[in-house]
């Protein structure tokens, strides 16, 4: 496989809508030299997508071409969450979030929702309440606002992120928790169930594939809502990656854990924070190909492009393609373990 980086003229390129906005705007971007993600993903019914997504960024050519082509889903980054979406009783700015779903209807994408209830960005409205009548009332007047806006062009969601303390040791302290207790969860799901019986909702978590600790925790976390008879369809790993890579078989037993529950496991804004280039390539390839041999067929990333990463070690570079688009060691991990899967179900 050649991996040559030399820009290539957009007219060799094999998506017509690409072509046409590419050829539009007079753009080159940097050649992968091999077939899209997404191109192999579609062989294998794998869902392939990047969050993180600010609508903003779409303004420029070369991202809106570059995620267009390599990928088939994709999410917002905050646009979604609570304060930015609904800041104020009744007024919602539904544009950022249009402009996302516009975007994927155009280049036949999927859509998630992220951000409904979000370890994060909560207005004063909801932060001030004191009644769980009154807070059960704004979650219900708030997920029905977005869920049936969306209905139909938003087939998965995060109904709840990040419950658990980031390290382990029991649930996030927060606004919800606060009035309604552990419950807000159960409740959540409820709600979302009954705004959107269609869609498939997840819980969504970080760290648990390298604590074993909160691994179980989250385990027993999602039995309990299951036993409970919680609208739930299913876990979304987070799978931001550090120096610490997942011991091999852990997702594959998560995997095995959830499906027995009748949940699916999904993949859901990896990417890796260290500064070792080398072992930022082996992680990428090893984590998917490990997650698409344990069955999981929806695979998203924290972005894809080193020009818009959000990270918390200084100098990392997270992504699969850097700063100007130009694939990195990530990409072609990636590409291939896609390329290599062979789905023996
Ligand atoms: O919008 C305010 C702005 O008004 C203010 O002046 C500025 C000052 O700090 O903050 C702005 O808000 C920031 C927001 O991003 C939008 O830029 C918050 O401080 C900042 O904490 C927030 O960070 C986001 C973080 O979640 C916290 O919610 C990141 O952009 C976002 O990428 C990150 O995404 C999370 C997922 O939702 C859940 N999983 C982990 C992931 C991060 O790896």
């Known amino acids: 496989m050649a991996f040559s980086t ?14 046409l906005t590419a050829v539009k705007a007079s753009i080159a971007i940097p050649s992968t030299g091999t077939t899209s993600l997404r191109e192999e993903a579609h062989k294998k019914n794998i869902t392939i997508g990047s969050g993180a997504i600010n609508p903003t960024y779409l303004e420029d050519p070369v991202f809106a071409a570059v995620l267009a082509e390599q990928f088939n889903s994709l999410h917002p980054e905050n646009e979604m969450k609570w304060s930015f979406i609904n800041p104020s009783p009744g007024h919602y700015n539904w544009d950022p979030i249009d402009r996302l779903v516009d975007f994927a209807n155009e280049h036949d994408m999927l859509v998630k929702g992220h951000g409904l209830i979000s ?18 009332a704004a979650m219900t007047t708030h997920f029905e606002a ?12 995060d109904v709840v992120t990040e419950a658990l303390k980031t390290m382990g040791g029991g649930l996030n302290a927060n606004d919800f928790s606060r009035q309604l207790g552990s419950g807000y969860i159960n ?15 997840y819980i969504n978590e970080n ?22 008879g919680v609208p739930i369809d299913g876990v979304a790993l987070q799978m931001h990656i550090t120096e610490v890579a997942p011991v091999p078989g852990v997702i594959t037993d998560m995997v095995r854990f959830y499906k027995a529950l009748g949940l699916q496991v999904e993949i859901a804004e990896m990417d890796v924070h260290t500064l070792n280039k080398t072992l930022e390539t082996q992680i990428y390839g090893a984590v998917i190909k490990e997650a698409l041999e344990a069955g999981i067929t929806d ?3 924290w972005g894809f492009t080193d020009k818009h990463a959000y990270t918390w070690v200084p100098g ?4 699969m393609f850097d700063e100007n688009y130009k694939p990195k060691g990530a990409f072609y991990a990636t590409h291939s373990a896609l390329e290599d899967f062979v789905d023996e179900c």
């Open 6 to 19: 030399n820009f290539k003229v957009l007219g060799t390129m094999t998506t017509t809508l690409l072509l």
């Open 119 to 136: 370890s994060c960005c909560n207005p004063d409205f909801v932060v001030n309440i004191t009644n769980p009548e009154a807070l059960r």
């Open 146 to 157: 977005i869920m049936h806006r969306y209905e139909g062009r938003i087939d998965r969601w």
């Open 187 to 201: 409740e959540a799901f409820r709600i979302a169930r009954a705004a959107s019986p269609r869609a498939k909702l």
């Open 207 to 228: 760290q648990v594939e390298v604590l074993p600790g909160k691994r179980q925790e989250l385990q027993d976390l999602v039995s309990g809502l299951v036993a409970d």
């Open 299 to 301: 695979i998203s990333f």
């Open 316 to 319: 990392a570079k997270p992504l």
